[in-house]
């Protein structure tokens, strides 16, 4: 009931096109979804999140869609650039609650100039 | 402001030994979580501090261990290692609410032999 699953694995992508990860949980206590971006040699770094009582949340380039009913959300980039190649984890938490954060198994990116 | 440091970035140890490895959250955050990355595994949630007190736990043996001083730094231990321990060991501060940003430092690489 604690797992967020991910998909896909890796993706490949051209400069400008659309990138589009998914993810889906079980426990429908979770009401606090982040995506996190990871590149080589760093720690993740938060992207963007969203709470269940909204169906989409943009911020620049990025944009997280939310299936409160299915139980899924994805991460949509717009124009993707080589500059954004870089391992996606989306994430799930409780927000009344202390960190405990639930990641899926990450998305490796690569956007092709 | 200086970001989440963590000491040391790398270190090689043999099974059966501890470890003790060093997290100093960003100045002003209470909160400081700590997870476990590995290939197989992907991320995984060890546990975390608020002020100096333990707010929530993963699912890890009791082998690992953490604390938190009154300053905010958190160190966490690993006892008795064997060689599944060998992982990026992350650590994240806040300032404490879900909701709020979590920045996570670079990460402990360590090696079990």
């Known amino acids: 009931q604690q797992q967020v699953k991910q998909s896909p694995q890796s993706l490949i992508v051209q400069k400008g096109g659309i990138s589009i990860i998914n993810c889906a949980y079980e426990?429908?206590?979770?009401?606090?979804f982040p995506w996190y971006q990871q590149f080589p040699g760093k720690g993740p770094a938060l992207l963007i999140a969203?709470?269940?009582?909204?169906s989409e949340k943009k911020e620049g380039r990025f944009t997280i869609s939310f299936n409160k009913s299915a139980k899924q959300f994805s991460l949509h980039i717009m124009d993707s650039q080589p500059g954004d190649s870089a391992t996606y984890f989306c994430a799930a938490n409780l927000m009344d609650s202390s960190y405990k954060l639930i990641f899926g198994s990450g998305t490796r990116l690569l956007v092709r100039p | 402001k200086a970001g989440v440091t963590q000491t040391p970035r790398y270190l090689i140890k043999t099974r059966g030994q501890q470890v003790t490895l060093s997290c100093s959250p960003i100045?002003?955050?209470?909160?400081v979580s700590w997870y476990q990355q590995t290939p197989g595994q992907g991320l995984q949630f060890l546990f975390e501090?608020?002020?100096?007190?333990?707010?929530n736990k993963g699912n890890f043996p009791g082998r690992f261990s953490g604390r938190q001083f009154s300053n905010s730094r958190s160190e966490m231990n690993v006892s008795t290692l064997e060689l599944g321990d060998s992982a990026l060991y992350l650590c994240?501060?806040?300032?404490?609410?879900?909701?709020?940003?979590?920045?996570f430092g670079p990460g402990t690489r360590l090696l079990v032999l």
């Open positions: 969203i709470r269940p009582d909204v």
């Open positions: 994240a501060s806040s300032q404490g609410l879900v909701q709020e940003t979590q920045y």
């Open positions: 100045s002003g955050h209470r909160s």
């Open positions: 501090y608020f002020s100096e007190t333990q707010r």
């Open positions: 426990n429908t206590a979770f009401d606090y």
